[in-house]
């Protein structure tokens, strides 16, 4: 759903300043997710991307500006605590290896009480059926798909308000992209933000509002319709006109 201006957003991020060391990679980045929108972040390799979904979380340390999540200023909250607030971060490469699928799925719903952990994992293997067929196996063991789909599920097993991806493509076929892109959907407008960091246009299905990232510096802010009708975002995002 497209934000509604006179309700305060879920997230807004105002002035972001990070990086590394003395490498400055933020440079004063705003951006905003309604509650029950899906935003996709567009940039090349290198753009802060990564960074700033790590600072969203306070897994790196922010320079200068201001988070605000559910009209509460978390600048400062440590991780865990942005996590039981109904933040969720799913990295490139999410879940442990070496432990079950259904560990992983505890991990996630670690701030739940034990009926709504129980209750939140049989819904979440109902939604992903494959991965009830193989939850005692090692996360390790599952197919590149597989991982990705167990990646979301424990995403979603902390029963979070907005879930921040870092590019779910990465590493999956085509195929893989599709079905990913059609579980993600299915979530659409069910009381879930997303925050999706990608390169590949088949996230553009999902997205409400798009925002691009240059340099550390948002750069354009629009609808989907917007994107496609831009001829110089086509030809630098998607090699496409
Ligand atoms: P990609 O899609 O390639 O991951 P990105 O948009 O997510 O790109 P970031 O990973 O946020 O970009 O990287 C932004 C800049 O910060 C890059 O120049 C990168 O080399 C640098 N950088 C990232 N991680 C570190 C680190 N741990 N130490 C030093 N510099 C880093």
Known sequence: ?????????????????????????????DLAVAGNESVVLLGANGAGKTTLLKVLMGLIAIWRGRINFADEDITSLRTDRRVRRGIVYMSETSGFPAL??????????????????RLRA????????????RRRAAAGSLSGGQRKMLGIAKA???N???????EPSAGLSPLLVREVVRVLASFRG?????????QNVKFLDLAD???????????????????????????????LK
Request: no cysteine; glycine share 10%; hydrophobic share 45%.
């Open 1 to 29: 759903m497209p934000p509604d201006a006179s309700v305060s957003p879920l997230l807004s991020v105002t002035g972001i300043e990070a990086g590394y060391g003395k490498v400055q990679v933020l440079w004063g980045t």
């Open 100 to 117: 079950t699928v259904d560990e992983n799925i505890r991990i996630g719903a670690q701030f739940l009480s034990k009926a709504e952990a």
């Open 122 to 133: 049989e819904e979440l293997y109902s939604i992903f059926p494959m991965l009830a067929d």
């Open 156 to 158: 979603l097993a902390s």
């Open 160 to 166: 979070p308000r907005l879930v921040i991806m870092d």
């Open 190 to 198: 069910k009381g879930l933000a997303f925050l999706i960091a990608e």
């Open 209 to 239: 509002r798009v925002y691009t990232l240059d340099g550390g510096r948002i750069g354009f802010v629009g609808t989907v319709a917007e994107v496609h009708a831009n001829d110089a975002l086509q030809r630098a995002y998607f090699g």
